[in-house]
């Protein structure tokens, strides 16, 4: 099925980095969502952006919808240990059969 | 905890056996979304039901099949089972029927294991 393009499939970075990661498609997109999947859990949403351009914050989460509704950014500022875990974006589609797409998700490691 | 409840957490079953997996939606909740996580291929949208209607299907194996019961709770059954179904699956739920993104709940999830 379509997917989005999710990069970097993994990092591993050391306590009290900041983090980026970012998603880009050949599609424009509505909306942009961005989760985080702890080991042995289900995703759970961080982050919702609606508009182009869009900037929202969660904590030590800043998500950005792309001026071109084809892509969005994550990132993490002073990252901690329990930041570890998986982070999927997902994309709405556009017109009236919307589906919601996924990325395949970026992996994180964090060296306390 | 989420509120969207999976049974069972882990399954192991041979080759060619049939299993049902159960999810209980978030109270309130009107749609459920069937979703398979492995590791390469991410997570992959299976089928939501709306108030007991199937609303819209993905990648979904004629093998496969679910249905959502008028207490709203959902069932995938999968049949004829492969080495290739071992993975992740993960029910989410939504209070609305359009597949609208925001709203979306995950359960914990089943492991599957096929040996």
């Known amino acids: 099925g379509q997917q989005l393009n999710q990069s970097p499939q993994s990092m591993f970075i050391q306590e009290g980095e900041d983090v980026s990661m970012n998603c880009t498609s050949s599609?424009?997109?509505?909306?942009w969502l961005w989760y985080k999947q702890d080991p042995g859990e289900g995703p759970v949403l961080l982050i919702a952006l609606y508009k182009a351009g869009e900037l929202t914050s969660n904590g030590r989460l800043t998500a950005q919808f792309g001026t071109t509704r084809k892509d969005s950014f994550l990132n993490i500022s002073a990252s901690i240990p329990s930041d570890v875990g998986i982070y999927f974006c997902a994309g709405l589609s556009a017109g009236n059969n919307r589906k919601l797409i996924w990325g395949l998700g970026t992996s994180l490691a964090v060296n306390p | 905890d989420s509120g969207v409840t999976q049974t069972p957490k882990h399954l192991i079953t041979a080759t060619g056996q049939r299993v049902t997996l159960r999810c209980s939606p978030r109270?309130?909740?009107?749609?459920v979304y069937w979703y398979q996580q492995s590791l390469d291929q991410g997570l992959q949208f299976l089928i939501q039901y709306y108030n007991g209607e199937e609303r819209a299907k993905g990648n979904i194996l004629e093998r496969f099949s679910a249905q959502q019961f008028p207490d709203l709770h959902s069932e995938l059954n999968l049949s004829s089972l492969e080495l290739g179904d071992s993975a992740l699956y993960f029910c989410?739920?939504?209070?609305?029927?359009?597949?609208?993104?925001?709203?979306?709940?995950f359960g914990s999830g089943t492991r599957l294991t096929v040996v």
């Open positions: 989410a739920s939504s209070v609305a029927g359009q597949d609208i993104g925001y709203g979306y709940t």
């Open positions: 109270s309130g909740d009107l749609s």
């Open positions: 599609s424009i997109f509505n909306t």
